[in-house]
């Protein structure tokens, strides 16, 4: 099922935002979302992913959090998380393209 997250981290040094990205992609999570004739950058702190339940998002998230704790040198705090499926969702952005086959 198509799963969205939007979370607030704590700042720290060096920023952790870029690295949660990529690490977040690695876990299924990504910063845009595909629609039916676009792929729409999503709004900041925001990722979307396809999983079993939201459990299994936010343990993909979880592990990408972690991951860029040790790469950092310090605990990445998640200060809020909220986490539900997307169903019926309309998505619209700024930032937008045609998708590309990868």
Known sequence: MDILISYDIADGNPDAHEPL???????GLLYVWKGANYVNRLPNTTLWGIFDSAE?????????????????????????????PMGSSLV????RKKPETR
């Open 21 to 27: 990205l990529t690490a977040a992609e690695k876990e």
């Open 56 to 84: 299994a998002a936010n343990e993909a998230f979880d592990r990408a959090l972690k991951k860029v704790g040790r790469d950092l040198g310090y605990t990445v705090k998640l200060e809020k998380r909220a986490t539900t």
């Open 92 to 95: 619209t952005s700024d930032t």
